[in-house]
């Protein structure tokens, strides 16, 4: 297989996601902007879940330019981060419909951690596949950001049990890191290609 196939198909299981999670966010019985109000906490969640779903397909569109070749590790390594993020439609809507209890927001950030896990299972799959000396070793040498984001699901996923809205300000968290764009990525190929011009 290509990687422009495995490039498409998870760009197709992404965008299903997202819309799985839009179609549960039910029409408001009225026609009155305050019945919106009880939607408020689906919306949030939803709003999250959209946000995590974005930045996963922005950093696997990165990872993949950097890759020259897949093998059947790689496509199983890619299927297990698709697997985890496909629960993202069912937890944000237990989230949202129970207003934040520790249980589903615990859940959740189980969720958002087996995802990470599997996204740096990902890389390193890759990156065996690639060499040592491959431009995709050297950009992900440094996994700060993917190890913070780690500890701090886990300890989201541990303060959900004691007051849930905790919880959910460690989710934040890795949110907040991913949204400044990860420049390892262009800088790097930039080097690669001035270097072998």
């Known amino acids: 297989m290509t990687k422009s196939r495995l490039e498409a198909f998870s760009d197709g299981v992404l965008a299903i996601i997202i819309t799985i999670m839009v179609l ?25 879940s959209f946000i995590y779903a974005g930045i996963y397909w922005n950093n696997h569109h990165h990872l993949f330019q950097t890759v020259q070749k897949v093998n059947g590790k790689i496509l199983w390594s890619n299927l297990n981060l698709l697997f985890w993020l496909s ?23 189980i969720i958002l951690i087996l995802s990470a ?31 913070l984001s780690i500890l701090m699901y886990a300890f989201g996923i541990s303060a959900a049990f004691i007051n849930p809205y905790i919880g959910i300000c ?28």
């Open 117 to 147: 896990i599997a996204f740096k299972i990902l890389v390193h799959t890759i990156v065996k596949n690639e060499g040592k000396n491959s431009v995709i070793a050297k950009i992900y040498k440094n996994e700060k950001k993917e190890n």
């Open 24 to 48: 549960q966010m039910k029409i408001p019985s009225g026609d009155s902007f305050k019945n919106l109000i009880p939607m408020f906490p689906m919306f949030l969640t939803y709003l999250g």
């Open 87 to 109: 629960f993202l439609p069912i937890t944000t809507e237990w989230m949202g419909a129970n207003h934040f209890h520790s249980d589903p927001v615990a859940l959740y950030g």
């Open 170 to 197: 460690f989710y934040l968290i890795p949110t907040l890191i991913w949204l400044i764009p990860d420049l390892r990525v262009e800088h790097n190929l930039k080097h690669f290609e001035n270097k072998n011009e």
